[in-house]
């Protein structure tokens, strides 16, 4: 093996990590080889060099500390709470969806149940009536459009007006 | 809820599904074990005791917030590692930030050098430990150990001082067993060439 291969290597030997053929023949190789046992030396000398910086121990109260910081964030654990429900929201796009099918819905339901009151209100006028409602389709775009909240309040102005005379 | 001191044997794993459904004592018997390893990890990595102290705590605050979405895919210490060397990461940007906002650009050249920590609490007064810290080899192996990139800084700490193998440094780092294979010869190189000089 050459030297220059087996220098390369040493950190990966030192720390037993090549595998076991490797690792055999990197042993050899030093006990005959005196620059690559220097080598190896050097670089075990950095590592206990390393023990020059002992372990610490925690502060005491650590624990009381760490403690404190909890029980101060679980009071504080309202607002992430709040960010939970709103996490169990779908995505973006179907609450959009989901928003937009609602209103139809509404819109829908909103006709039908007015277009009942119609027939309530103008009982005495059937024919009158059943006309209005057929002109609807055509009248989408009026300022107040058949069936909308503006025409129903208007309609029940007048109406009202009427009962007054 | 189990709140029953835990046996000195009970896995960490089992523990932390403790702690999921509240137990205080398991995260209590969590915190004892793994306390000197992580602060030890950040001490090693920053060199500031006050500020490893807080960063510490705030690695088991990570570990009671995460309880309920931890999963035994690996090993308990595998995963406090990681949440431990992505708090070093980031302190390591915070600070560089901070320095950013203090000097105007260096000229520094080389790829390692935006890696290089800017010491934290420099501007804090040094506690008891970091004089005692300051016995010159003391401070020289600090020292060569923060000049040197970070990812090489982490490597260096889990091989030395936990005695982890590379697969368990690859697991934590987020990165191949091959890469860290090459930081640690890369990092040997570079304490060898910090060190070794004062030894004459
Ligand atoms: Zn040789």
Redesign the interface.
């Known amino acids: 093996m050459k030297c220059r291969n087996v220098q ?1 290597r040493l ?2 030997y ?2 037993g ?1 090549l595998s076991s053929v490797e690792q055999d023949r990197i042993k050899s190789h030093l006990t005959d080889c005196p620059e690559c046992s220097k080598q190896y030396k ?2 075990q ?3 206990d ?2 023990s ?8 005491p109260g ?2 009381l ?2 403690r404190k ?2 029980s101060g ?1 679980r009071e504080h654990q309202f607002i992430p709470r709040l960010r939970q429900v709103f996490q169990l929201l779908p995505s973006p796009l179907a609450t959009v969806t989901l928003a937009l099918v609602g209103l139809v819905t509404g819109i829908y339901l909103g006709n039908v149940i007015f277009e009942e009151g119609l027939v309530f209100f103008q009982r005495r006028q059937p024919s009158y009536a059943q006309e209005h409602v057929s002109l609807a389709s055509i009248r989408t775009f009026d300022a107040a459009p058949p069936g909308s909240l503006t025409h129903g309040y208007l309609r029940m102005a007048s109406h009202s007006l009427e009962a007054h005379r | 809820m189990n709140n029953n001191l835990p046996d000195e044997g009970t896995l960490s794993e089992d523990l932390m599904a403790r702690v999921a459904k509240g137990d205080n004592y398991a995260f209590e018997a969590l915190v004892k074990r793994h306390q000197g390893a992580v602060l030890n990890l950040i001490h090693r990595f920053i060199g500031y005791r006050a500020r490893a102290e807080d960063l510490a705590q705030e690695v088991f605050i990570r570990v009671w917030q995460a309880a309920g979405r931890y999963k035994r895919t690996a090993k308990f210490s595998t995963w406090i590692y990681r949440i431990t060397a992505n708090l070093c990461l980031n302190e390591l940007k915070s600070a560089r930030r901070r320095k950013l906002l203090f000097l105007s650009s260096s000229g520094g050249k080389g790829e390692n050098r935006e890696d290089r920590y800017f010491e934290p609490g420099a501007d804090r007064e040094p506690s008891p430990e970091d004089l005692l810290l300051t016995a010159e080899r003391n401070r020289q192996v600090s020292a060569a150990l923060r000049s040197l990139p970070a990812n090489q800084r982490l490597a260096v700490i889990l091989k030395r001082y936990d005695d982890l193998s590379y697969r368990e440094i690859a697991q934590i780092l987020g990165c191949s067993v091959s890469a860290v294979d090459s930081l640690l010869v890369r990092a040997k190189r570079n304490l060898r060439k910090n060190l070794i000089p004062y030894e004459k």
């Open positions: 390369k950190p990966v030192q720390d990590e050097e670089l000398r950095v590592w060099l390393l020059d910086f002992p372990d610490i121990q925690p502060m650590f624990h500390r760490l910081k909890i964030l």
